[in-house]
């Protein structure tokens, strides 16, 4: 028990010795002096200790409205036009006499005549017998305004009655919904509640407090890490967009330069530029999505050359695919398969003052995929060229190692591999230390002559590599299924680890 007394905050000693059962929020505020926010976290964290339970009620409250307000302060039209008969008066003369308005004199005399009241005789009127009766007894809707605010479940008879001939009439009182909030002390908050409080607990240290030394001969509040609290959750990015954020710093941190460009683009840059036959699988409607509309060509100089390569291997001394290359299938839109075409665009840019160079991009490609727990129609590829006369095979192993240990894979291995527009080519494996196996992440080598030449218009070493970075976030989060990336599960944004290497 001395440990809970402890340990409570200063709003917490402030407020244990004034509840009792069935207090109320508002009670607490007037005698504890605090803000209202300040007794309710107050009372939450009591009630974390077990040390009362916190009762919350819905419930209506009749309160006094504007014209309420009025007649409470000048008198009820009804009855100033009661008390101003003292003798028979036409109704010009009573309204003269009240100064009440049109409507309020016909609410008076609907109410008068209800209660037999008043009479009417030769266009003049008086008080009956019971009127007269009524001058010498008090108002009950009168004293119904006086008593206000009530619970309507907690009504006299006569505040029952004076509430019903009140709440259809304009803007005298109102209903409204309240949230009440009261407590009830626990067994335990009883016991505790018997102890002494320590009100010179130090909450915190503070500069002030050592300077002056105050803290000497007193107790520091307890603090049970222990206890249980309401979980937070912050703002945060989504994490993909934490894993990608995280991804691009690596590259910028090895002296990248970023890439950046459109998701439409032509089938020229996506294909051709990168010497992939214009009768190739991948460029089947199975496997991209195309545009309705055609695009424009870049310059004609670097069209010839790409389609002297194409066809009989131009400058390069490859003897290219061998077929007539067509100028309109190249003008085809279609969403990038890969961020590859970005290091094309970039390579077709350079300048001879520009080498050597590193360029990356980390971006959206789209594939015509069928949809299952391991393949999505869209998905994020990490890209990058290293494009330097000095840069060999070894160099592209060590930038690839390099990222994915920062990725939280320092283990990766390589195997021999096809690509029409890399030559040596590999692709990438990493290990995945929970379920302790390889995984496939895509692939990389070095740019054939026949890309190279005709966009940098010299054969210099380009390394290459395009591994998709879906997977290596599926791998760190432990998803199973890659749809999850997207499903915008509000649980799983929530509690999700954040994106810390």
């Known amino acids: 028990m001395s440990n809970i007394a402890d340990s409570l905050s200063s709003p917490e000693r402030r407020i244990l010795p004034l509840l009792k059962n069935n207090i109320s929020l508002k009670e607490l505020t007037e005698l504890s002096k605090l803000q209202e926010v300040e007794v309710m976290r107050a009372l939450q964290w009591l009630e974390n200790k077990n040390l009362l339970k916190i009762n919350k009620q819905v419930k ?24 101003s008969l003292t003798k028979e008066l036409t109704l010009k003369e009573i309204q003269d006499i009240t100064k009440l308005n049109k409507d309020e ?5 609907g109410i008068l005549k209800k209660r037999l009241a008043i009479e009417f005789k030769n266009n003049k009127l008086s008080l009956t017998k019971h009127g007269k009766n009524l001058l010498n007894k008090e108002s009950l809707e009168y004293n119904f305004l006086k008593k206000l605010p009530l619970d309507p479940q907690k009504l006299t008879d006569e505040q029952r009655f004076a509430y019903h001939e009140l709440k259809n009439r304009k803007n005298i009182i109102k209903t409204d919904v309240i949230k009440e909030v009261t407590v009830t002390l626990t067994k335990q908050g009883e016991e505790i509640q018997k102890q002494k409080i320590d009100f010179t607990l130090i909450d915190s240290l503070t500069p002030k407090i050592l300077k002056q030394g105050s803290w000497k001969n007193k107790k520091f509040r307890r603090y049970d890490i222990k206890i249980n609290v309401p979980k937070i959750y912050p703002g945060k990015r989504h994490f993909v967009a934490q894993a990608l954020n995280y991804a691009k710093r690596i590259w910028l941190d090895m002296g990248f330069k970023e890439m950046k460009g459109t998701i439409i683009n032509s089938s020229f840059w996506n294909f051709d530029a990168l010497f992939t036959a214009q009768d190739h699988p991948v460029r089947d409607l199975q496997d991209t999505f195309y545009l309705k509309n055609k695009g424009k060509l870049p310059e004609q100089k670097l069209v010839n050359k790409v389609k002297a390569v194409h066809e009989n291997g ?5 003897k290219g695919w061998d ?34 160079a590193k360029f990356f991009a980390i971006g959206k490609c789209f594939r015509n995929e069928t949809v299952d727990y391991s393949h999505l129609f869209e998905f994020n590829q990490t890209e990058g060229i ?22 939280g894979f320092p283990k990766a291995r390589f195997r021999p591999a096809y690509f029409p527009y890399t030559e040596n080519s590999i692709e990438i494996d990493v290990y995945h230390p929970v379920h302790k196996k390889w995984v496939e992440l895509g692939g990389a080598g070095m740019f054939r002559p026949e890309v190279v030449i005709p ?19 599926t791998m760190a989060y432990d998803i199973k299924d890659i749809r999850e990336l ?15 290497k």
């Open 60 to 83: 209506e409250i009749i309160f006094i409205d504007e014209n309420g307000k009025k007649y409470l302060k000048d008198g009820l039209p009804e009855w100033k036009f009661l008390n």
């Open 105 to 109: 004199i016909n609410i008076s005399l």
């Open 314 to 318: 131009g400058d390069t001394k490859s």
């Open 323 to 356: 077929y007539k290359w067509d100028p309109e299938e190249a003008k085809k839109l279609v969403l990038r398969t890969h961020t590859t075409v970005l290091s094309a665009q970039t390579l077709a840019k350079l300048k001879k003052e520009d080498l050597p």
């Open 386 to 407: 290293v494009v330097d006369e000095n840069a060999n095979f070894r160099h592209l192993i060590g930038y690839l190692k390099e990222f994915f240990k920062k990725m």
């Open 455 to 473: 966009l940098l218009g010299k054969d210099i070493p380009v390394l290459a590599w395009g591994p998709g970075i879906d997977r290596i976030i």
């Open 486 to 500: 997207y499903k915008n599960d509000l649980k799983q944004l929530r509690e999700i680890k954040s994106w810390v």
